[in-house]
């Protein structure tokens, strides 16, 4: 079966720094469409970046040049590099993966992770 599993969340300062992982199993990311999504309390679950099978990027306006999304194909893991984090990033996190395309739109993706919790304090 496919399973996707978030870890790495926590609380930090703003300004600070979080790298969160998304370990896969049941299908290689190297050959699928994978992203990052959030979503805060009353708002809706928003793409924030995603990596496609030849290692193409897209990033949400919100988080270009402070967030990074990577494949670690040695360890089927996808990796968000999180830096300068601010208070408005605070939200779960979740990974996806799915074979439609490069996109930050929900219906692109498939396969979802339980998700990881971030807190950015001012």
């Known amino acids: 079966q496919v399973q996707l599993v978030e870890s790495g969340g926590g609380s930090v300062q703003a300004g600070g720094s979080l790298r969160l992982s998304c370990s896969a199993s049941?299908?290689?990311?190297?050959?699928?469409?994978t992203g990052w999504f959030r979503q805060a309390p009353g708002k809706e679950r928003e793409g924030v970046a995603a990596?496609?099978?030849?290692?193409?990027?897209r990033y949400a306006d919100s988080v270009k040049g402070r967030f990074t999304i990577v494949q670690d194909n040695a360890k089927n893991t996808l990796l968000l590099q999180m830096n300068n984090l601010e208070p408005e990033d605070t939200a779960m996190y979740y990974c996806?993966?799915?074979?439609?395309?490069?996109?930050?739109?929900?219906?692109?993706?498939?396969?979802w992770g339980q998700g990881t919790q971030v807190t950015v304090s001012s």
């Open positions: 990596i496609d099978t030849d290692g193409n990027t």
């Open positions: 049941g299908l290689p990311i190297s050959r699928s469409y």
């Open positions: 996806a993966a799915g074979w439609l395309a490069l996109s930050l739109a929900r219906s692109s993706y498939y396969y």
